[in-house]
């Protein structure tokens, strides 16, 4: 049986690799600067400043360090248009008011062809108008910025289609050869019942993993429902087609040898799906049919798998998790401020300026807090390695900076980050109403063990969606709804829930960069 490696997640390491090693260099030369390691020279405007600050190149408009401003950076990606949208998806994390008010659209400015997004936040009161201009060239992606607040009078006026315009890449893209198709296979496959809930979900994302993990949503007695997995030995297994195999041999999540509980157990490829057939030994079923996998056919659809790594406190609650998804990691920490209800806080963790130590651990140089404030001073030493059960990152933190308590500060320690795994949509949006509706209800089964099963979706006129997730149940002679949640999000999934004022995001991060 042929099982894809994610050669996307291999190219994404190896690229960060490379990126870690630049550590790029600017000269003057008359009134252009060369950035040799981004393979680019940039004109800077008469009167202008401009500095190179870590892996961002700034020209100042007015005053250095402040906006208004023009920024550069360049970025190993094989789109412009994926490039936008994970960084879309990142300034959302760093401005919850955030609105994209115009979407990538082409653009042709000096002979050169990109696309261009406009954001617009809040910064000190104030709406700060946020322009990008993303320009493919050979490897790289090179994202133009202008930032300004036209309340103040702080814009660079027409200095950033200038500069756009009179910039020369100093390297030619690269020709390659078109590689021959060949067959991929999404990282797992989820099968549902026929009323959408999840039952049966085939992972073959783990990197390390040499087998194959079959999840599955049994339900004992109770009406909610419990997760148990079992593990499908490769290494035993018959193959039986080009894209079939036979598991003779199957444990449970402690070990124990299932073996004898299937006369049979295939999966085989079907297109782009999954098939799942199971001849069970019915002498060996206990705990009733909504607790064992039964005799049957069961076609699973592609889905994409994330993982969420989390740190929790000896007593169980959520202080830190990490999002792995974007260029740069966030580090979320809930927060309490004498208040019992803690407060959300949310760090960047910048990659390219990090060191990398070696193949599974990077020492973090620079961090940002949500304004984008630099408070890397706060640490005297933040590292983040890959250990064989998640992820640790090891803390010692200048207390010369703490304020607030420890209770508002992440504080000298090492933290073990756990990772879940989770399933999500092969697209990355945005999501129609229907999609988010479906998404939701997959959520709040997988964080609370029930299913509801009735959801609805209405648009605002904002352009975001709220979502009710209900039953509809019969009681005292009369027919009532029984609601699971509310959720308000935009068309990426993300928003709030109205019930408990908490964020939500319908679609778990993922980890496919590890470190």
């Known amino acids: 049986m042929r099982r894809n490696r994610s050669k996307k997640r291999l190219a994404l390491c190896l690229l960060l690799a490379l990126a870690l090693m630049l550590a790029p260099a600017a000269w003057a030369e008359e009134n252009y600067d060369t950035l040799a390691d981004w393979d680019i020279r940039v004109k800077v405007p008469d009167g202008k400043t401009a500095v190179l600050q870590g892996g961002e190149y700034y020209i100042y408009a007015g005053a250095e360090g402040y906006i208004p401003y023009v920024m550069l950076r360049a970025y190993r990606y094989d789109s412009a248009e994926g490039f936008l949208a994970d960084f879309t998806d990142y300034m959302r994390g760093q401005y919850a008011d955030l609105t994209v008010t115009q979407e990538p659209t082409p653009v042709t400015i000096g002979g050169k062809d990109g696309l261009e997004v406009r954001y617009s936040y809040q910064i000190s009161g104030y709406d700060a108008a946020d322009r990008r201009v993303a320009i493919q060239h050979g490897e790289r992606v ?27 890449f100093l390297a030619e893209p690269a020709v390659t050869p078109d590689a021959p198709e060949e067959t991929v296979y999404s990282p797992g496959y989820l099968y549902t019942l026929p009323n959408g809930m999840p039952k049966y979900f085939v992972d073959f994302s783990g990197e390390e993993a040499d087998d194959v993990v079959l999840h599955c949503w049994f339900r004992s007695g109770d009406p909610s429902f419990y997760s148990s997995a079992f593990v499908l030995h490769l290494d035993a297994a018959q193959q039986t087609a080009p894209d079939g195999a036979l598991f003779p041999r199957v444990t449970g999540a402690y070990g124990f040898d299932c073996s004898s509980w299937f006369k049979e157990l295939r999966l085989a490829f079907d297109g782009d799906a999954l098939v799942m057939t199971v001849e069970r030994d019915e002498s060996t079923l206990a705990g009733g049919s909504e607790d064992n996998i039964l005799t049957g056919s ?23 998790w990490l999002n792995l998804d974007g260029k740069d990691i966030e580090l979320h920490a809930l927060f309490v401020s004498g208040d019992p209800e803690p407060y959300e806080a949310v760090f960047t963790l910048e990659r390219e300026s990090a060191v990398r130590e070696d193949d599974r651990a990077l020492r973090i140089t620079r961090v940002r807090d949500a304004n984008g404030r630099d408070v890397s001073n706060w640490f005297e030493s933040l590292r983040l390695s890959v250990a064989e059960d998640g992820i640790v990152m090891d803390v010692e933190r200048d207390e010369s900076t703490l304020a607030g308590g420890a209770g508002d500060n992440i504080l000298t320690g090492r933290y073990l980050f756990k990772p879940k795994t989770f399933f999500r949509p092969l697209s990355g949006g945005p999501f129609t109403g229907e999609e988010l509706a479906r998404l939701a209800q997959i959520h709040y089964f997988i964080t609370t063990g029930f299913y509801p099963p009735e959801a609805d979706a209405e648009k605002n006129p904002n352009g975001s969606f709220t979502i009710h997730l209900y039953e509809n149940v019969k009681l005292d002679g009369g027919a009532h709804t029984a609601t699971s949640a509310w959720y308000t999000v935009g068309v990426n999934g993300v928003g709030v829930d109205l019930l408990t004022g908490e964020s939500v995001n319908l679609i778990p991060s993922g ?5």
């Open 298 to 320: 069961y076609r699973m659809e592609p889905v994409d798998v994330g993982v969420a790594y989390q740190y929790r406190t000896e007593k169980g609650a959520l202080k830190y």
């Open 142 to 168: 090179y994202m133009f910025a202008s930032k300004e607040i036209e309340a103040l009078g702080q814009t660079v006026d027409g200095m950033l289609d200038e500069v756009v315009a009179d910039c020369t």
């Open 511 to 515: 980890a496919d960069r590890m470190i």
